[in-house]
């Protein structure tokens, strides 16, 4: 899978260029429809999310230009109670109200927090997660898995590309910003036939990233190359039965040189990692709707990726420190093939007591070749490993009207799963579990734009084996831990039970719209990543903690002040707690904070209509300390960012002038505790990578 780009700034100025001429030509251009009500589409059926009995940050595509960026990470601090973990060129690990992974190395990982887009599982697949052409991002928040299955333990990222259209329709945007960063994309849809309609989008984002590599003389070994095409097409075959088929092409180039053994965003490594991801991915949706009593949705997809990660082990040069010095280096290959049905039978009723019955199947295999240094044999070596996870489940969904402002919907799946593995060093595990999820949910109107709600929620996600450790239960530099490792072979599942009350409404007008939940989760048999350090080497493994328990409230305010004045606030709390965990050092943690989990995350704005054609922009991200990982007591600072931006509108041109993190605070995402550095003999430090410095630029769109 090779995607040329030296043309791709041609073919995309060939559109622009036809798509305009050909929008000039259409006479009767449709007029602007009025602003209609969210629709959440990740939903069992598409709902109004003000009828959502569950908390559900979700971003048009205004909101999403509006923060200037081109990749979803981007926009995470939008939603309260979000966070993300760096550890490759892209923050790809999400936590939900504090549950996430961090990071991923020699062991397959379960997500916490799935990633759709399209209907597509990408969960796990965040790299090339541009949001060039993006319609709607739903983010829904704790415990999912009636919903979304096992991955949904956390809560789901659902993003929806821009749908085609019968009238012509054409987008295009270009930009320009400091550290030699440049994007441009193109979108056209419209009407092929009577009835037959199509959208093709292309994007290309690239900079030299935010590190100096003074060994090298480079400014780009944390480099950002990221080229993402979606197509989408139509078919209305009959009144009755439609066919949807959607294309996603990805190639994603990135460097990965983020940890300094200084201290600051300058590195020293001879040999710069990297961060790659080239996939394919095709989807079918089939809508019939021609039965008395049920509409009919069958949904496919399959998606191939080949993805790479590697850095410089010792984050350094030969010759920095002789006779202390190590030089080598870690690289991941992993190959993945997905393929997934879902089968679903929805009432013609969508109020009176609507039901929905479905059944799921999903097959995922993943191949890994790693090259690495062992210092154990003190040479290069290799170890291979096939997963292959199979997920089935049946599931349903029913609303029972109990009156006219009162009603009950329960949600339930039954999911039976199993996981092959099989590794270069002749382990092979096999685990077989099944689990279910559900969501019971009381709903009650107040007046005519205002809903409370309770829920009970229970979720799920399967247990794994640690083969990276079982790999090295031999090796004499961790002999003293080889008990630990067999006792550890295998991780159980993890289930999370939660229950929510909410508020969610408007006043008469619309000017002020409230959505406020407040939460309590109970984590049992929580997965969790261990650590045994020797000098080193480094030895990780998932283990089980016995309980936790994460709970807080989110609220989401818009308030249009006035005709030229709008704000908005996104505000969250979190309460942590895990127990009964002992580190391979031999402490203990009872009672702390779980990793990733910001006590406050705020983000708050306000939008101000200088004339009838300039809107300015000032937005604030606060987020509070959090510590980084279970096996040290390190922890982030707290930070506040300041973003900015000036828009100027002509017919249906934008410029935009922007600032983000206008004040260049440091601040980081990530954070390592151990001793990497020969110039001090391997004196222990936390190392860290930074999120983005200040980033000045503009970006041009058009839209028709």
Same mark, same amino acid.
């Given at each position: 899978?090779?995607?040329?780009?030296?043309k791709?700034?041609?073919?995309?100025?060939?559109?622009?260029?036809?798509? %305009?001429?050909?929008?000039q030509q259409?006479?009767?251009?449709?007029?602007? +429809?009025?602003?209609?009500?969210?629709?959440?589409?990740?939903?069992?059926?598409?709902?109004?999310?003000s009828?959502?009995?569950t908390? !559900?940050?979700v971003?048009?595509?205004? $909101?999403?230009?509006? *923060?200037?960026?081109?990749?979803?990470?981007?926009?995470?601090?939008?939603?309260?109670n979000?966070?993300?973990?760096?550890?490759?060129?892209?923050?790809?690990?999400?936590? %939900?109200?504090?549950?996430?992974?961090?990071?991923?190395f020699?062991?397959?990982?379960?997500?916490?927090?799935?990633?759709?887009?399209?209907?597509?599982?990408?969960?796990?697949?965040?790299?090339?997660?541009?949001?060039?052409?993006?319609?709607?991002i $739903?983010?829904?928040?704790?415990?999912?898995?009636?919903r979304?299955?096992?991955?949904?333990?956390?809560?789901?990222i659902?993003? /929806?590309?821009?749908e085609?259209?019968?009238?012509? &329709?054409?987008?295009?945007?270009?930009?320009?910003?400091n550290?030699?960063?440049?994007?441009?994309?193109?979108?056209?849809?419209?009407?092929?036939?009577?009835?037959?309609?199509?959208r093709?989008?292309?994007?290309?984002?690239?900079?030299?990233?935010?590190i100096?590599?003074?060994?090298l003389?480079?400014?780009?070994?944390n480099?950002?190359?990221?080229?993402?095409?979606?197509?989408?097409?139509?078919?209305?075959?009959?009144?009755?039965?439609? %066919?949807?088929?959607?294309?996603?092409?990805?190639?994603v180039?990135?460097?990965?040189?983020a940890?300094?053994?200084?201290l600051d965003?300058?590195?020293? &490594?001879?040999?710069?990692?990297?961060?790659?991801q080239?996939?394919e991915a095709?989807?079918?949706?089939i809508?019939?709707q021609?039965?008395?009593?049920?509409d009919?949705?069958?949904?496919?997809?399959?998606l191939?990726?080949?993805l790479?990660?590697?850095y410089d082990e010792?984050?350094?040069?030969?010759?920095?420190?002789?006779?202390?010095e190590?030089?080598?280096?870690?690289?991941y290959?992993?190959? *993945?093939?997905?393929?997934?049905?879902?089968?679903?039978?929805? &009432?013609?009723?969508?109020?009176?007591?609507?039901?929905v019955i479905g059944a799921?199947?999903?097959?995922?295999?993943?191949?890994?070749?790693?090259?690495?240094?062992?210092?154990?044999?003190?040479?290069?070596?290799?170890?291979?490993?096939e997963?292959?996870?199979?997920?089935s489940? /049946?599931?349903?969904?029913?609303k029972?009207?109990?009156?006219?402002?009162?009603?009950?919907?329960t949600?339930?799946?039954?999911?039976?799963q199993?996981?092959?593995?099989?590794d270069?060093?002749?382990?092979?595990e096999?685990?077989?579990?099944?689990?279910?999820?559900? $969501?019971?949910s009381?709903?009650?109107?107040?007046?005519?734009?205002?809903m !409370?709600?309770?829920s009970?929620?229970?979720?799920f996600?399967?247990?794994?084996?640690n083969?990276?450790?079982?790999s090295?239960?031999?090796?004499?530099d961790?002999?003293?831990?080889?008990?630990?490792?067999?006792?550890?072979?295998?991780?159980?599942? $993890? +289930?999370?039970?939660?229950i929510? @009350?909410? /508020?969610?409404?408007?006043?008469?007008?619309?000017s002020?719209v409230?959505?406020?939940a407040?939460?309590?989760q109970?984590?049992?048999? /929580?997965q969790?990543k261990? +650590? !045994?350090?020797?000098?080193?080497?480094?030895?990780?493994?998932?283990?089980?903690?016995?309980?936790g328990?994460?709970?807080?409230?989110e609220?989401?305010?818009?308030?249009? %002040?006035s005709?030229?004045?709008?704000a908005?606030?996104?505000?969250?709390?979190?309460?942590?707690?895990?127990?009964k965990?002992t580190r391979?050092?031999?402490t203990?943690?009872?009672?702390?904070?779980?990793?990733?989990?910001?006590?406050?995350?705020i983000?708050?704005?306000?939008?101000?209509?200088?004339?009838?054609?300039v809107?300015?922009?000032i937005?604030?991200?606060?987020?509070?300390? @959090?510590?980084y990982?279970?096996?040290?007591?390190?922890?982030?600072?707290?930070?506040?960012?300041?973003?900015?931006?000036?828009? @100027?509108?002509?017919?249906?041109?934008?410029? &935009?002038l922007y600032?983000?993190?206008l @004040?260049?605070?440091q601040?980081?995402?990530?954070?390592?505790?151990?001793?990497?550095?020969? *110039?001090?003999?391997?004196?222990?430090?936390?190392?860290?990578?930074?999120g983005?410095?200040?980033?000045?630029?503009?970006?041009?769109?058009?839209?028709?």
């Amino acid at each position: 899978m090779n995607f040329s780009r030296r043309k791709l700034a041609s073919v995309i100025s060939l559109i622009m260029v036809n798509s %305009i001429a050909i929008a000039q030509q259409i006479e009767n251009p449709p007029a602007s +429809s009025d602003i209609e009500t969210i629709t959440v589409q990740g939903a069992m059926s598409a709902t109004p999310l003000s009828k959502m009995a569950t908390s !559900i940050s979700v971003l048009n595509e205004y $909101e999403i230009a509006e *923060r200037q960026g081109q990749h979803i990470e981007d926009i995470f601090n939008r939603a309260a109670n979000v966070n993300f973990a760096s550890g490759a060129s892209r923050g790809r690990f999400v936590q %939900i109200r504090g549950i996430g992974e961090r990071s991923q190395f020699t062991d397959p990982v379960n997500p916490s927090v799935g990633y759709l887009v399209d209907g597509i599982n990408y969960s796990g697949l965040l790299a090339g997660a541009s949001t060039f052409d993006i319609a709607q991002i $739903e983010i829904f928040k704790g415990p999912n898995s009636a919903r979304f299955g096992a991955d949904g333990l956390a809560g789901m990222i659902n993003v /929806i590309s821009k749908e085609t259209t019968d009238e012509f &329709s054409f987008s295009s945007q270009v930009g320009f910003a400091n550290y030699d960063s440049w994007n441009i994309g193109a979108a056209v849809g419209g009407a092929l036939s009577n009835s037959v309609s199509g959208r093709l989008s292309v994007h290309q984002n690239s900079s030299d990233g935010f590190i100096t590599n003074t060994w090298l003389g480079r400014e780009d070994t944390n480099n950002v190359d990221e080229f993402t095409t979606r197509g989408k097409l139509s078919w209305q075959v009959s009144d009755e039965l439609s %066919i949807n088929t959607v294309v996603h092409l990805i190639d994603v180039d990135n460097g990965y040189d983020a940890f300094s053994l200084n201290l600051d965003r300058t590195t020293l &490594s001879d040999e710069p990692g990297f961060d790659t991801q080239e996939s394919e991915a095709l989807g079918i949706t089939i809508d019939y709707q021609g039965l008395d009593f049920a509409d009919v949705q069958i949904q496919t997809s399959v998606l191939e990726a080949e993805l790479g990660y590697g850095y410089d082990e010792d984050w350094s040069y030969v010759g920095i420190a002789p006779g202390w010095e190590y030089s080598s280096t870690d690289y991941y290959f992993r190959d *993945r093939q997905d393929s997934s049905f879902e089968l679903k039978l929805s &009432s013609k009723s969508r109020n009176q007591n609507a039901w929905v019955i479905g059944a799921y199947y999903s097959n995922e295999s993943e191949d890994l070749n790693r090259q690495f240094f062992d210092f154990d044999l003190w040479q290069e070596s290799a170890f291979d490993s096939e997963v292959e996870r199979i997920d089935s489940a /049946i599931f349903g969904q029913y609303k029972y009207v109990l009156s006219d402002t009162q009603w009950l919907t329960t949600s339930l799946r039954f999911a039976s799963q199993s996981l092959d593995y099989l590794d270069s060093k002749l382990i092979d595990e096999s685990i077989d579990h099944s689990d279910w999820g559900a $969501e019971i949910s009381y709903h009650q109107t107040v007046g005519q734009n205002s809903m !409370i709600y309770g829920s009970l929620l229970r979720s799920f996600k399967m247990g794994g084996v640690n083969g990276q450790s079982l790999s090295k239960v031999d090796d004499e530099d961790v002999a003293d831990f080889k008990q630990d490792i067999l006792d550890n072979a295998i991780f159980d599942a $993890e +289930s999370l039970v939660g229950i929510e @009350f909410g /508020i969610k409404g408007s006043n008469k007008d619309g000017s002020l719209v409230l959505d406020f939940a407040t939460f309590y989760q109970k984590r049992d048999d /929580i997965q969790y990543k261990n +650590s !045994i350090v020797n000098e080193q080497s480094f030895v990780d493994f998932y283990d089980n903690a016995a309980d936790g328990e994460n709970y807080g409230l989110e609220v989401s305010i818009n308030y249009m %002040i006035s005709d030229s004045f709008d704000a908005f606030a996104n505000i969250g709390y979190l309460e942590t707690e895990i127990s009964k965990i002992t580190r391979q050092d031999g402490t203990s943690i009872d009672g702390r904070d779980q990793a990733h989990a910001p006590t406050y995350h705020i983000n708050a704005g306000l939008n101000w209509q200088l004339f009838e054609s300039v809107n300015w922009l000032i937005e604030l991200d606060a987020k509070d300390e @959090f510590f980084y990982s279970f096996s040290h007591d390190n922890r982030s600072e707290s930070v506040v960012l300041t973003h900015t931006s000036l828009d @100027f509108r002509l017919s249906n041109w934008q410029v &935009s002038l922007y600032a983000r993190n206008l @004040f260049d605070e440091q601040y980081a995402n990530r954070g390592f505790s151990f001793g990497n550095d020969p *110039r001090d003999e391997y004196a222990s430090h936390i190392y860290e990578q930074f999120g983005e410095p200040r980033r000045l630029g503009v970006n041009v769109r058009y839209q028709y």
